[in-house]
């Protein structure tokens, strides 16, 4: 699939002095090349050419390859790990994992979850010991192979920031990926297991954490119940990025750069937005910092560093700068968008509200797959901690009840006072004593749905084994 760029100037003499020095290859004519309706329309095609095996393998009876495979024209790269073991009679089900976001500048040196000790390494690694060939996708402009840094880099410069777009693209290198999924079977490498492996393509599976929950549900909206694109058999989402465009800038874009987001009105930490005196922080987004903060109350000890991390003012300065990024963006690289403003104030009740340009709202909210979950039928589950703000649990929840109103499976597991990695901090005030990391359980739950079975079948009485309650 390739999205058109604004490289035909003639038809946009108003952009040319514009759109040449914004990277005129990832200007769009309109926002609407990324709806999902335009998405699932497109054409999705790709073929894996394998480059190396990585030596040693990150763990015994896997054998892991880098690839690469072409998207929108642009020469990107997948980790395969595949194991040594003789595949099922249908062949190996399979696993494709859309990471979370990575940045601009440590992109190119995106290592695709090779370091074992890292959630994403000891995620992979689990699912490929367990009998699944896991593809994990660089997506553009990630990673570095042979010494050539994966194509897109611009595409990242121009739209990996507050458009919360850039998901849209990752989403269409994933269902590339798909598509290139035969072709695996097909390629004349000689596998140390002695032929090319055989992949059940009836159980090819969609995994992501963070960002890639947003990938997920966008690759999702557009291969479900499409004729022109393959089905995934199941998809699960840690700690996802879910939430629509518009709501993920009013929760990030506070929580991550100002205090007055998390603080009670008395300018204390209480997890509320009500202070011991009863104050209430009317701007209040979420109780939970991140959990590497020493101490989230400012009123506790000495807070010159964290002061330094949070250094906005106010949730309205917050609003302003995250929005101001979305629309300098959209500005300068949509060509059928121009001088879109928004506007900040409080209403009659004292609540912030944005009143946005509604050229940008009706384009970005065709663009998302939340929360009205359409073509989504595709069992899925779930996995959130209660007190990560990169993940409410109102949107999970969400979602669950719109795709169960519908007849459809969908779970959603929470695991309490756990981390955006679904694991339990060393800070007592973020994970309580006796709080159990989330990891084993999820994966043992992503085991079950992904070969067919209920993943409410694992009851996740504890961490000590992945595989203790299972059935």
């Given at each position: 699939?390739?999205?058109?760029?604004?490289?035909?100037?003639?038809?946009?003499?108003?952009?040319?002095?514009?759109?040449?020095n914004?990277?005129?290859?990832v200007?769009l004519t309109?926002?609407a090349?990324?709806?999902?309706?335009n998405?699932?329309?497109?054409?999705?095609?790709?073929?894996?050419?394998l480059?190396?095996?990585?030596?040693?393998?990150?763990?015994?009876?896997?054998?892991?390859?880098?690839?690469?495979?072409?998207?929108?024209?642009?020469?990107?790269?997948?980790?395969?790990?595949?194991p040594?073991?003789?595949?099922?009679?249908?062949?190996?089900?399979?696993?494709?994992?859309?990471?979370?976001w990575i940045?601009?500048?440590?992109?190119?040196?995106?290592?695709?979850?090779?370091?074992?000790?890292s959630?994403?390494?000891?995620?992979?690694?689990d699912l490929?010991?367990?009998g699944?060939i896991?593809?994990?996708?660089?997506?553009?402009?990630?990673?570095?192979?042979?010494?050539?840094?994966?194509?897109?880099?611009e595409?990242?410069?121009?739209?990996d920031n507050?458009?919360y777009?850039?998901?849209?693209?990752?989403?269409?290198?994933?269902?590339?990926?798909?598509?290139?999924?035969?072709?695996?079977?097909?390629?004349?490498?000689?596998?140390?297991?002695g032929?090319?492996?055989?992949?059940?393509?009836?159980?090819?599976?969609l995994?992501?954490?963070s960002?890639?929950?947003?990938?997920?549900?966008?690759?999702?909206?557009?291969?479900?119940?499409?004729?022109?694109?393959p089905?995934?058999?199941?998809?699960?989402?840690?700690?996802?990025n879910?939430a629509?465009?518009?709501?993920?800038?009013n929760?990030?874009?506070?929580?991550?750069?100002?205090?007055?987001?998390?603080?009670?009105?008395?300018?204390?930490?209480?997890?509320?937005?009500?202070?011991?005196?009863?104050?209430?922080n009317?701007d209040f987004?979420?109780g939970f910092?991140?959990?590497?903060?020493?101490n989230?109350d400012?009123?506790?000890?000495?807070?010159?560093?964290?002061?330094?991390?949070?250094?906005?003012?106010?949730?309205?300065?917050?609003?302003?700068?995250k929005?101001?990024?979305?629309?300098?963006?959209?500005?300068?690289h949509?060509?059928?968008i121009t001088?879109a403003?928004f506007?900040?104030r409080?209403?009659?009740?004292?609540?912030l509200?944005?009143?946005?340009?509604?050229?940008?709202?009706?384009?970005?909210?065709k663009t998302?797959?939340?929360?009205?979950?359409r073509h989504?039928?595709t069992?899925?589950?779930?996995h959130f901690?209660?007190r990560?703000?990169?993940?409410?649990p109102?949107?999970n929840?969400?979602?669950?009840?719109?795709?169960?109103?519908r007849?459809?499976?969908a779970?959603?597991?929470?695991?309490?006072?756990?981390?955006?990695?679904?694991?339990?901090?060393?800070k007592?005030?973020?994970?309580?004593?006796?709080?159990?990391?989330?990891v084993?359980?999820?994966?043992?739950?992503?085991?079950?749905?992904?070969?067919?079975?209920?993943?409410?079948?694992?009851?996740?009485k504890?961490?000590?084994?992945?595989?203790?309650?299972?059935?």
């Amino acid at each position: 699939m390739s999205v058109t760029g604004c490289s035909n100037k003639s038809a946009h003499d108003s952009h040319e002095e514009s759109c040449p020095n914004h990277n005129p290859s990832v200007c769009l004519t309109s926002l609407a090349e990324l709806s999902i309706d335009n998405l699932r329309e497109q054409n999705y095609s790709a073929s894996l050419q394998l480059l190396e095996r990585v030596k040693p393998a990150p763990q015994a009876g896997v054998e892991t390859v880098l690839a690469s495979y072409l998207s929108d024209g642009l020469r990107i790269y997948t980790r395969i790990d595949i194991p040594t073991a003789p595949p099922p009679a249908d062949g190996y089900p399979v696993v494709i994992f859309a990471h979370g976001w990575i940045g601009i500048d440590k992109a190119p040196n995106y290592h695709f979850g090779l370091d074992k000790d890292s959630l994403y390494g000891e995620l992979v690694n689990d699912l490929a010991g367990d009998g699944f060939i896991v593809l994990s996708p660089g997506y553009r402009g990630h990673g570095t192979i042979q010494g050539e840094a994966a194509a897109g880099l611009e595409y990242m410069r121009a739209w990996d920031n507050g458009s919360y777009l850039s998901p849209s693209f990752y989403a269409i290198d994933t269902v590339n990926l798909f598509a290139a999924l035969p072709s695996l079977s097909e390629t004349e490498w000689q596998f140390e297991a002695g032929s090319a492996p055989h992949l059940d393509l009836n159980k090819v599976n969609l995994m992501g954490h963070s960002q890639g929950g947003d990938v997920v549900l966008t690759a999702l909206a557009i291969t479900g119940n499409n004729p022109g694109t393959p089905e995934f058999h199941a998809a699960s989402i840690w700690a996802g990025n879910v939430a629509d465009k518009f709501t993920q800038a009013n929760t990030f874009g506070p929580m991550g750069t100002t205090a007055q987001a998390f603080l009670a009105g008395d300018g204390s930490w209480t997890g509320t937005a009500t202070g011991d005196n009863g104050t209430v922080n009317p701007d209040f987004i979420f109780g939970f910092p991140p959990n590497w903060i020493g101490n989230p109350d400012p009123k506790a000890g000495n807070w010159t560093w964290q002061y330094q991390s949070w250094p906005t003012p106010s949730v309205k300065q917050a609003l302003e700068n995250k929005y101001q990024q979305m629309y300098d963006t959209i500005n300068q690289h949509v060509l059928d968008i121009t001088d879109a403003k928004f506007q900040i104030r409080r209403n009659s009740d004292g609540k912030l509200e944005t009143i946005h340009d509604v050229r940008v709202t009706k384009a970005l909210n065709k663009t998302s797959a939340y929360p009205k979950l359409r073509h989504i039928s595709t069992p899925l589950a779930l996995h959130f901690s209660d007190r990560d703000y990169y993940s409410l649990p109102v949107w999970n929840q969400r979602i669950q009840t719109t795709l169960r109103a519908r007849g459809d499976r969908a779970y959603a597991f929470e695991y309490p006072g756990t981390t955006h990695g679904l694991k339990v901090s060393e800070k007592k005030w973020f994970s309580p004593a006796g709080t159990i990391s989330g990891v084993p359980c999820a994966i043992a739950r992503d085991n079950l749905l992904f070969t067919g079975k209920d993943p409410q079948q694992y009851s996740c009485k504890s961490a000590e084994s992945k595989t203790k309650d299972l059935p």
